[in-house]
């Protein structure tokens, strides 16, 4: 029997999950977590073969859980996710993340890729793997790119120009050319994008 740790902050989909999963003769769903922080205090409670993680979860996100429980227990990890970009795809692989799925995914198949991944095996969606090796070149020069990594980590305007002794004016500047570069409203839509596509 494959005891897996299920992480979703949805619950409808998590129970509904957990539910089909159970339905397999050697699939057993023995914890359950609503967000990336208990997900990885379950996986230190718990008896787990397995962690099942959603990617966009509040507290930790999937890369960053998987990451923690894999310090504490080495178990195998499969992301799931509604969008995904090459970036994420690239920084969950780095962090020893075994499988990586779309959520359109039917309960069956993610059911043998669990399967596959327990006894050993990596598995990339092929839409997803097509993605990473198709993406743009990043657009951005190498200083906007400074500056959405301060926003990404919460570093304020004021004090990133202090720290590269540049006037919160220039700063500004740096950022508004990101925001039309990439095509988003705001810095912190602009910085997620660049964390999204593995710039930052």
Same mark, same amino acid.
């Given at each position: 029997m494959i005891r897996i740790l299920l992480a979703d902050d949805e619950d409808l989909t998590r129970g509904a999950l957990a539910a089909l999963l159970d339905l397999e003769?050697?699939?057993?769903?023995?914890?359950?977590?609503?967000?990336g922080a208990a997900a990885v205090e379950a996986a230190r409670r718990h008896p787990i073969?397995?962690?099942?993680?959603?990617?966009?979860?509040?507290?930790?996100?999937?890369?960053?859980a998987a990451q923690a429980i894999r310090r504490h227990r080495?178990?195998?990890?499969?992301?799931?996710?509604?969008?995904?970009?090459?970036?994420?795809?690239r920084r969950a692989l780095a962090v020893g993340v075994q499988g990586f799925v779309?959520?359109?995914?039917?309960?069956?198949?993610?059911?043998?890729?669990?399967?596959?991944?327990?006894?050993?095996?990596r598995y990339i969606?092929?839409? *997803? $793997? &097509?993605? %990473?090796?198709?993406?743009?070149?990043?657009?951005?020069?190498?200083?906007?790119?400074?500056? !959405?990594?301060?926003?990404?980590?919460? *570093? $304020? &305007?004021? %004090?990133?120009?202090?720290q590269h002794h540049l006037a919160p004016g220039t700063v500004r500047?740096? !950022?508004?050319?990101?925001?039309?570069? *990439?095509?988003?409203?705001t810095r912190h839509e602009a910085a997620r994008r660049a964390w999204e596509e593995g710039w930052i």
């Amino acid at each position: 029997m494959i005891r897996i740790l299920l992480a979703d902050d949805e619950d409808l989909t998590r129970g509904a999950l957990a539910a089909l999963l159970d339905l397999e003769p050697d699939l057993t769903v023995t914890a359950q977590a609503q967000d990336g922080a208990a997900a990885v205090e379950a996986a230190r409670r718990h008896p787990i073969d397995l962690a099942l993680l959603d990617l966009e979860m509040p507290h930790l996100d999937g890369i960053s859980a998987a990451q923690a429980i894999r310090r504490h227990r080495p178990v195998p990890t499969v992301l799931v996710t509604r969008h995904a970009r090459p970036g994420v795809l690239r920084r969950a692989l780095a962090v020893g993340v075994q499988g990586f799925v779309p959520k359109t995914t039917p309960a069956t198949r993610l059911a043998d890729i669990l399967r596959e991944v327990h006894g050993g095996a990596r598995y990339i969606d092929h839409r *997803l $793997a &097509t993605h %990473a090796l198709t993406e743009a070149p990043c657009p951005l020069t190498p200083r906007e790119l400074d500056v !959405l990594r301060a926003v990404h980590q919460g *570093l $304020a &305007t004021g %004090a990133f120009a202090g720290q590269h002794h540049l006037a919160p004016g220039t700063v500004r500047n740096y !950022l508004s050319c990101a925001i039309t570069k *990439l095509g988003v409203r705001t810095r912190h839509e602009a910085a997620r994008r660049a964390w999204e596509e593995g710039w930052i």
